[in-house]
């Protein structure tokens, strides 16, 4: 089982700065890749920003230079850093990871998320 705990989110006036963390723990035996995902009330959820293992980033065209993440592979972890917020950027962001995981004796490749963490920015 492979668990991912969110943490950083909150309310912020636009044009402010959040980071959010994600930390997997778990039975993981290697990342492939760990990112962010959001979901704004009445939209589809959406890949914002990520990082692979061998440092390929992506940042959504709509967040590009403003929302970036960063993984570090030792620590299991994922960051967002987020600068020059706005309103539109308010959802609940989710951590995702795509790592090999062992269960049940066997390894195979899954997708995992975390629990969510609101990010409100006022206007």
Same mark, same amino acid.
């Given at each position: 089982?492979?668990?991912?705990?969110?943490?950083?989110?909150?309310?912020?006036?636009?044009?402010?700065?959040?980071?959010?963390?994600?930390?997997?723990?778990?039975?993981?035996?290697?990342?492939?890749?760990?990112?962010?995902?959001?979901?704004?009330?009445?939209? =589809?959820?959406?890949?914002?920003? #990520? @990082?692979?293992?061998?440092?390929?980033?992506?940042? &959504? !065209?709509?967040?590009?230079?403003?929302?970036?993440?960063?993984?570090?592979?030792?620590?299991?972890?994922?960051?967002? =850093?987020?600068?020059?917020?706005? #309103? @539109?950027?308010?959802?609940?962001?989710?951590?995702? &990871? !795509?790592?090999?995981?062992?269960?049940?004796?066997?390894?195979?490749?899954?997708?995992?998320?975390?629990?969510?963490? =609101?990010?409100?920015?006022?206007?």
């Amino acid at each position: 089982q492979v668990t991912l705990v969110e943490s950083g989110g909150g309310l912020v006036q636009a044009g402010g700065s959040l980071n959010l963390s994600c930390e997997a723990s778990g039975s993981i035996v290697n990342i492939n890749a760990m990112g962010w995902y959001r979901q704004a009330p009445g939209k =589809q959820r959406e890949l914002v920003a #990520s @990082e692979t293992v061998t440092h390929i980033t992506y940042s &959504a !065209d709509s967040v590009k230079g403003r929302l970036t993440a960063s993984m570090d592979k030792a620590k299991k972890s994922v960051y967002l =850093q987020m600068n020059s917020l706005k #309103s @539109e950027d308010t959802a609940v962001y989710y951590c995702n &990871a !795509d790592v090999l995981a062992e269960f049940s004796g066997k390894v195979k490749q899954q997708e995992f998320w975390g629990q969510g963490t =609101q990010v409100t920015v006022s206007s």
